[in-house]
């Protein structure tokens, strides 16, 4: 069996070491795969992922002129389906929360200058929530600096 890049192989794998693992293809030749390309995720232990003896499936990747073959596990896995992104929690009131609505599900019959209207009254005691806040814990801004300092 003639090997070729972008060929998908069972092979058995034979060592483990930290940067990678050594896997026989089915011709008793030897590949290895890369730690970066043994899963889509971090990789830390290889150990934790695939053990001495076990089976893969692997993707050739490529062959040098030295005979060296270099294989990849996480691309002969078939792509992982995308998820959709979570949706966001609802705004409770603390400062910093932020209450997002698409156009669809705005509230029926309010007009732009309403929306507008609520917005900013929502931002300006968001505003004075985040003033008293700040001059709580420096004590305000018009603190003058203690000390004596160079004498003009």
Request: hydrophobic fraction near 30%.
């Amino acid at each position: 069996m003639q090997l070729e890049v972008g060929a998908i192989l069972e092979g058995k794998v034979t060592g483990i070491t930290k940067f990678g693992a050594f896997v026989e293809l089915p011709d008793k030749k030897t590949g290895m795969v890369h730690i970066s390309e043994v899963a889509s995720t971090y990789v830390k232990e290889i150990s934790d992922f695939v053990t001495e003896g076990q089976t893969v499936k692997v993707k050739v990747l490529s062959i040098s002129e030295d005979g060296k073959i270099s294989l990849s596990i996480k691309k002969a896995q078939p792509p992982a389906p995308r998820q959709a992104p979570a949706k966001r929690p609802a705004f409770n009131g603390r400062p910093g929360d932020y209450e997002w609505q698409s156009s669809s599900s705005s509230r029926s019959g309010e007009s732009f200058e309403d929306m507008m209207s609520r917005f900013k009254a929502t931002s300006d005691e968001k505003i004075s929530d985040l003033k008293r806040s700040m001059d709580n814990k420096h004590g305000g801004f018009g603190r003058k600096p203690r000390g004596n300092g160079p004498q003009q």
